[in-house]
């Protein structure tokens, strides 16, 4: 009995020890692209909390993630947290710029540039 034990205990063992290292060894291979991958997705919410923009509209457009303009806009509910700090909006042309102004008449406007590091310049 103590021989049947003994080889649960390793049979065990070995399992334990083999999961761990293959989730370890892909952890080496995901961690660095899922990390990028992130890090591309969060290139203008990185950039704005770094600047010295307040009470600011920025509208930014293609380039900016590595997935559609659409997901730029990361804002909070402006119905539950009234006058944000920064709005994210896409660029939707002079129309969208136009109901921006009207919506947001106090912020100022900038426009995000893409590039590395995303820079921000003011626009009328």
Not at 1 to 23: E, P, V, Y
Request: proline share 10%; charged share 20%.
């Amino acid at each position: 009995q103590t021989s049947k034990r003994w080889s649960s205990s390793i049979a065990l063992g070995l399992s334990l020890s083999s999961a761990l290292i293959g989730t370890l060894l892909l952890a080496v291979r995901i961690y660095p692209e899922a990390r990028n991958d992130v890090r591309g997705h969060n290139r203008l919410p990185l950039a704005l909390r770094e600047s010295n923009l307040h009470h600011a509209l920025v509208v930014a457009g293609a380039g900016f993630n590595n997935t559609d303009p659409m997901d730029l806009p990361e804002n909070y509910p402006l119905e539950l947290y009234p006058n944000p700090d920064r709005i994210i909006a896409i660029d939707t042309g002079p129309w969208g710029l136009r109901c921006l102004r009207d919506q947001f008449p106090t912020y100022k406007f900038y426009r995000a540039l893409p590039g590395t590091p995303v820079t921000f310049a003011p626009f009328e």
